[in-house]
């Protein structure tokens, strides 16, 4: 999950944590967790990977506490939660979709759906690589 104020975009994996693809976004507001809710049952979610901002020292970003409070409503789910550095994912996003040719501009659910994509996928990826050595 890729946290915003105004929105918070989700991503999922395949049955076999390879590959990840932008999901829907969510408004941010007070039925988030309720939405949330209702998506993991929907897809049998048993984990949830939410991009953690740390600045480019490695260190907690503004938006941190803000994601703290996020996981700490999402405790209440009963559901495993691993914070995971989100360094330039809506950045990336962004310029991926303009190279695709998207006016992200014009839709900037897409932009945070693309970012928990990315999110998720730099995490398979780490898992992935830690299986190999």
Do not use: C
């Not at 999950?1 to 408004?27: F, K, N, Q």
């Not at 984990?47 to 405790?75: C, H, Q, R, S, W």
């Amino acid at each position: 999950m890729d946290y915003g104020t105004v929105r918070i975009g989700a991503a999922l994996s395949d049955p076999e944590g390879i590959l990840a693809t932008p999901l829907i976004t969510i408004d941010n507001n007070r039925k988030t967790v309720f939405k949330i809710k209702e998506l993991l049952e929907e897809h049998s979610v048993n984990k949830v990977i939410v991009g953690y901002p740390l600045n480019l020292k490695g260190i907690k970003g503004v938006m941190a506490a803000e994601v703290d409070v996020f996981i700490d409503k999402l405790k209440e789910l009963d559901i495993d939660i691993v914070r995971w550095d989100e360094r330039f994912s809506s950045y990336t996003a962004d310029s991926l979709l303009k190279q695709a040719g998207v006016k992200s501009s014009r839709d900037k659910g897409r932009i945070d759906r693309s970012a928990a994509a990315i999110i998720l996928q730099s995490y398979l990826d780490h898992i992935k690589l830690r299986r190999t050595t």
